[in-house]
């Protein structure tokens, strides 16, 4: 019922810093910029947004999958990695041994040094940083995707929330994805921000959008929290996913406000409506024809 991710819209108190940052060392590019209308701003059901300056950002290899930085405010209880919601943005990738050595002089922290996801000759490596407006990041070597540039596109956005049941039957059964069976890891960088023993254990599966973009499914510990939203407001840190769909219509899911056609680019004349999943996550869902 849902596709292919095409916006990613992540929350900043700075653009300034956090455009410079990603044009100078992940090689994205502005191509909008502007203020959120108040269009846009009733379909997401946030009156305060309207106004709010933001940068839609793509990767050098030009592929239709963007990053919108929004300039706001945050709740003061907001602490990254702590809450329930979408928590990082997954980055297909080249080499991340290579990308963490030019991090040591960057804005950009890492917070997880490149390893490999499990003990196998082909494994997936990734490597974890933080950015100047406190985004999330992985940067992933996956064989099993295509990549055109060093630093690419979005392939997986990381979810987490109290119970993987829930997930689990939300994107399965309300949003029609096919998940991958239950797995355990350590996530040490995680457990340290959550404040649980390095080797706790979290439950995870993968739902599958398309051949071409993946959620992660994650359970966190009791340690965390729903993530605080000010009235009007988007979420904090990573906000929202923006994902496509042939027919809105189709979905039973309960909408933040009624859908409605959004002109502005990425939307492009499209439908679009804004729902919310199990964790509180927002899901925005852009109507595509059947022949995009």
Known sequence: MIKDILVVTITVLNLGPVETAWEEHLGYSTVAEGTVSAELSDVWNTPEMTGKDYVLMQPSSEAEVYIRFVEDVRPDDYVSLTTHGWNATELLVTDPDGIAAAMEDSPFTVVGPPADLWDAPDAPRAMQAIGPGDEFLYFTRNNDFVTDTDIDRVFIMVLGGPSLDALSDYYEQ????????????????????????????????????????????????????????????????????????????????SWRATPAVIEAFPYNGRRVGVTQGPAGEWLEIIETRVSE
């Not at 960088?189 to 390095?198: K, L, N």
């Open 174 to 253: 309300t949003l029609g994805l096919g998940l991958s069976d239950p797995l355990q890891l350590p996530v040490p960088f995680m457990a340290a921000a959550q404040c649980v023993p390095a080797d706790h254990l979290y439950s995870l599966r993968v739902a599958i959008l398309s051949p071409e973009f993946l959620f992660e499914l994650d359970e966190y510990p009791a340690t965390t929290t729903p993530r605080p939203v000010k009235p009007g407001h988007l979420p904090p840190g990573t906000a929202m996913v923006g994902v496509t769909t042939t027919d809105l219509d189709a979905l039973d899911v």
